[in-house]
């Protein structure tokens, strides 16, 4: 889990301009939410979280300027810096009053400029914040989008995984992230699967070495991201282990709150595993469309068997 991320690179990622308060850009932010000051402004500090960034938009900043006296209004802007918050942001078509760059100067806090105007911005700084701060977990596979399904690709180590992942990826599909999957679920049913930023584009394969699929395959065998639908888990074949025929039984992994159907693979010399991981994706797409082949099968058979029509 991201415990914070820097005032500094916050603003970076999110193409923040740097008014005042330079001294604060070594500042953490832990908290995902945003605060909007309007009620802070007229004075109510009754739920105030200190702990967020605060963006001040078009409809806060108007207030401030119309309905509230000077004295009050820097007593209750000093009152949010004092408070010591990450940072505050405002957006495109506020311009930012005096006070605002004697607060940051004074309590060394940074205050920056959008180019965006209040909602998208908001909303962005939410999702960056939602993503940087959520709390996550690595697994060892191999995760692609394959016809718009995230598929993670699980297996002991040199069972193929990166192997059956480059024919994929050679045949169409995307690598989103190869070795090291990180999941974060941002509510529960909804697993975004990305890779580390040190291993973002590349693949090692075993005889080869690390290969970039962007330069080799061009831009579209890549994504950053995708949402993780199924798990299909490569396992040695095992002569007395009983392996599902028809694809009745449902098995699943769960990570967090949420539990994604896995299926098990079998890997034996002659089987070409591109073509079955790329089958279980397709007909588990079906099955979401509302397409269950192996169900549609069996009420076929049982109504033979009760005497009905071919």
Request: proline share 3%; hydrophobic share 40%.
């Amino acid at each position: 889990m991201t415990d914070y991320v820097s005032v500094k690179q916050f603003a970076k990622d999110n193409n923040l301009e740097l008014l005042a308060g330079q001294e604060g850009l070594n500042a953490k932010i832990s908290e995902d939410m945003i605060l909007r000051p309007g009620l802070e402004f007229a004075g109510f500090f009754d739920f105030y979280d200190k702990n967020r960034i605060v963006l001040v938009g078009s409809k806060d900043h108007s207030f401030l300027k119309q309905e509230i006296s000077e004295d009050q209004k820097r007593k209750n802007v000093e009152r949010i810096f004092a408070s010591n918050p990450p940072c505050l942001v405002f957006s495109k078509n506020v311009n930012v009053d005096e006070i605002f760059y004697e607060m940051a100067d004074k309590y060394k806090i940074c205050i920056f400029h959008s180019n965006l105007r209040t909602t998208p911005c908001s909303s962005k700084l939410y999702t960056y914040l939602q993503d940087k701060l959520a709390e996550r977990i690595s697994v060892h596979g191999t995760l692609l989008d394959i016809n718009g399904m995230g598929t993670l690709i699980i297996g002991k180590s040199g069972i193929g995984k990166s192997e059956t992942a480059l024919d994929l990826i050679k045949r169409g599909h995307q690598l989103i992230a190869d070795d090291l999957v990180e999941i974060i679920e941002k509510e529960p049913g909804n697993l975004i699967g990305t890779a580390p930023d040190i291993l973002k584009r590349y693949m090692e394969i075993r005889g080869i070495g690390i290969v970039d699929v962007v330069t080799m395959f061009g831009a579209g065998a890549y994504r950053e991201r995708k949402n993780i639908r199924l798990v299909v888990e490569l396992q040695a074949w095992d002569n007395d282990k009983y392996y599902d025929r028809l694809g009745l039984e449902t098995q699943k992994n769960k990570y967090f709150n949420t539990e994604i159907t896995k299926i098990t693979i079998p890997v034996l010399p002659g089987r070409t595993v591109s073509l079955l991981v790329e089958s279980a994706a397709m007909n588990e797409k079906l099955k979401l469309l509302g397409h269950f082949a192996a169900q549609d099968f069996i009420e076929k058979v049982d109504e033979k068997a009760k005497g009905g029509e071919e």
